[in-house]
Structure formats: C-alpha cells, structure tokens
T-cell receptor, first 111, second 110 residues
Framework: GQQLNQSPQSMFIQEGEDVSMNCTSSSIFNTWLWYKQDPGEGPVLLIALYKAGELTSNGRLTAQFGITRKDSFLNISASIPSDVGIYFCAGLGGGADGLTFGKGTHLIIQP | DSGVTQTPKHLITATGQRVTLRCSPR?????VYWYQQSLDQGLQFLIQYYNGEERAKGNILERFSAQQFPDLHSELNLSSLELGDSALYFC?????????FGSGTRLTVV
C-alpha cells in the first residue's frame, strides 16, 4: 500500500526557533494536507494544498506542495509553547481511498 | 469544537466483546470516514460512507463493520475484540472545508 515518509520523527527545539518538517511518497497525490494533533484530541487541519508548486501560509505556518506531487514540507517560524504537539502530513489521491497519513512529527519546545 | 461529535470518549471492554462507536458529522456534510490510530501503525483509514452508502474500504478487518443512517450519523461496530484492537478511533466528515475530525473514542480492550 501507499506510504508517506514523514521526517523527522521528533524535534526538540528552543522557543523562538524555526521548524521544518517534510513528507515524501513514492506515489503522486492530488492534495496534501497538514494536521496538528494535541493529546486527547483529533487532528486539526492547518493547511491544505491543492496544486503542484503551491505555497500557502497560515500565520506562522508555511507549507508547499512539491512540483513532483510526491512531497510536501511544513515550516513553522518563531515557535511558541502552544506549537507543541504531533504534526501529520496526509495525502489524498494516488489510487488510495481516504487520506494516507504520515507517522507524525512530535514537536517539543523547551522554554 | 470541530462540529464532528463522537461518543463515547472512552471505552474499556474485555476481549471477545462487541462495541459500537458513534459519530455525528458536521452539519451538512454527507461523507463520514472512520480511522484507527494506534501507536505502531499511525492513522489508518478504515471505511467511508457517503449519504448512507458505503463508498470505500481501507484496512478494515472483517470483524469490524459500519453503517450510516438516514440522519447521516454513523456507527462503527467492532466485534470479537482482541487486545490489539485497543486504539483511538476517529471519525471525520468531509464538506466544503475539507476533512474535519472528531475528538475520537479511546478503546481499551483488556
């Protein structure tokens, strides 16, 4: 089946630092989504990308849909304590039903 | 509040038992998706319903089944439960704003 390779698995950073994480796939996707999940909650959509090459921002978050349609990255600038959580990439399309998720990036911020 | 409601929030049951998880989608959303989240497998797509009909199946075991009712709420039935079925089960609905997830049901099989 399809797989999304998300990296890094975890990040320990200082408050105020910028963060970068990415997802790659062997399959082409039509849509890339980035979610954040807090403990005890469901994933919350951060950014949706619909076209290859698209660069989209949401506040301090910026994400891009790779030109090959097989990858995407998420950047967080000037991290703050509430950015702590698990970030998931998800792809839609490429022959699979439903969303295909990456394994997540655990973001831990030290004050 | 995401608008997607899942009940119960927590469920503890014994092996061999059967449970039903319930989901109410966002108002106006016709599609409901069920996902399983476990520590080792991450978020896995189980099944999708659209306006009462099954649309797609993912990695759903034969012991699991689902349905969507005329009022669009959905139920996921898990039977002959095994220890390995312990996980978070999420429901998501899809509408004009994309996929919206509920808060999940944490199932613990003992």
């Amino acid at each position: 089946g399809q797989q999304l390779n998300q990296s890094p698995q975890s990040m320990f950073i200082q408050e105020g630092e910028d963060v970068s994480m990415n997802c790659t796939s062997s399959s082409i996707f039509n849509t890339w989504l980035w979610y954040k999940q807090d403990p005890g909650e469901g994933p919350v959509l951060l950014i949706a990308l619909y076209k290859a090459g698209e660069l989209t921002s949401n506040g301090r978050l910026t994400a891009q849909f790779g030109i090959t349609r097989k990858d995407s990255f998420l950047n967080i600038s000037a991290s703050i304590p509430s950015d702590v959580g698990i970030y998931f990439c998800a792809g839609l399309g490429g022959g699979a039903d439903g969303l295909t998720f990456g394994k997540g990036t655990h973001l831990i911020i030290q004050p | 509040d995401s608008g997607v409601t899942q009940t119960p929030k927590h469920l503890i049951t014994a092996t061999g038992q059967r449970v039903t998880l319930r989901c109410s989608p966002r108002s106006g959303d016709l599609s409901v998706y069920w996902y399983q989240q476990s520590l080792d497998q991450g978020l896995q797509f189980l099944i999708q319903y659209y306006n009462g009909e099954e649309r797609a199946k993912g990695n759903i075991l034969e012991r699991f089944s689902a349905q969507q009712f005329p009022d669009l709420h959905s139920e996921l039935n898990l039977s002959s439960l095994e220890l390995g079925d312990s996980a978070l089960y999420f429901c998501a609905s899809r509408g004009s704003v994309g996929y919206t997830f509920g808060s999940g049901t944490r199932l613990t099989v003992v």
